[in-house]
């Protein structure tokens, strides 16, 4: 079993921003980390309409269903950053309002989990660096642990209970500005 990435989104959602280093070496402004969360959202959010109202509504086309990659078929929203222009039409397009403008960042970062990067036994930089200790490094058995599910290959989202909502919902004042 091989060790995966952790994100606890309890206490990530009481970080007001990400401000985890990452070691990504195409860019050195990357945090990949906000990267996870935005593919976490649309997994876990997203209600996966089969006609997918937003996707229809973009004027940009700046979103699209992939698969998941968890090979079970169950497709996702992914959105391509250099197209999309923040205006918000996919949100109100979203008959079950799970699309939150608010949480989607502009700028497109990227996490490759730091593939060819660790040392022996040692940590991604993120992991080490997020001051909430939101995230964490080890072998995890998710069918074990009901608080668990692995969104992607290599990482897994703990959630309180198995709430798979809470987390997610932005505070009153934050949704506001």
Same mark, same amino acid.
């Given at each position: 079993?091989?060790?995966?990435?952790?994100?606890?989104?309890?206490? #990530?959602?009481?970080?007001?921003?990400?401000? *985890?280093?990452?070691?990504?070496?195409?860019?050195?402004?990357?945090? /990949?980390?906000?990267?996870?969360? +935005?593919?976490?959202?649309?997994?876990?959010?997203?209600?996966?309409?089969?006609?997918?109202?937003?996707?229809?509504? #973009?004027? =940009?086309?700046?979103?699209?269903?992939? %698969?998941?990659?968890? /090979? %079970?078929? +169950?497709?996702?929203?992914?959105?391509?950053?250099?197209?999309?222009? /923040? #205006?918000?039409?996919?949100?109100?397009?979203?008959?079950?309002?799970?699309?939150? *403008?608010?949480?989607?960042?502009?700028?497109?970062?990227?996490?490759?989990?730091?593939?060819? =990067?660790?040392?022996?036994?040692?940590?991604?930089?993120?992991?080490? *660096? #997020?001051?909430?200790?939101?995230? %964490?490094?080890?072998?995890?058995?998710?069918?074990?642990?009901? %608080?668990?599910? +692995?969104?992607?290959?290599?990482?897994?989202?703990?959630?309180?209970? /198995?709430?798979?909502?809470?987390?997610?919902?932005?505070?009153?004042? +934050?949704?506001?500005?």
């Amino acid at each position: 079993m091989a060790a995966k990435l952790i994100i606890d989104l309890m206490k #990530c959602k009481d970080c007001a921003q990400c401000d *985890t280093q990452c070691s990504y070496k195409h860019h050195p402004e990357n945090n /990949g980390v906000k990267a996870l969360l +935005e593919k976490i959202r649309f997994a876990l959010i997203c209600r996966k309409c089969e006609t997918a109202p937003c996707i229809k509504a #973009c004027p =940009r086309n700046a979103l699209e269903k992939i %698969d998941s990659g968890r /090979g %079970d078929g +169950e497709k996702i929203l992914k959105r391509a950053d250099m197209l999309c222009t /923040g #205006c918000g039409t996919c949100a109100i397009a979203c008959p079950f309002g799970t699309v939150y *403008t608010e949480l989607i960042q502009f700028v497109d970062d990227v996490c490759d989990l730091c593939r060819d =990067r660790l040392e022996s036994n040692g940590k991604p930089l993120c992991v080490g *660096t #997020c001051k909430n200790g939101a995230l %964490d490094w080890y072998e995890v058995d998710v069918s074990q642990n009901a %608080d668990m599910i +692995e969104v992607f290959d290599g990482v897994v989202v703990k959630v309180a209970g /198995g709430d798979l909502w809470e987390p997610f919902l932005p505070k009153k004042n +934050e949704a506001s500005g």
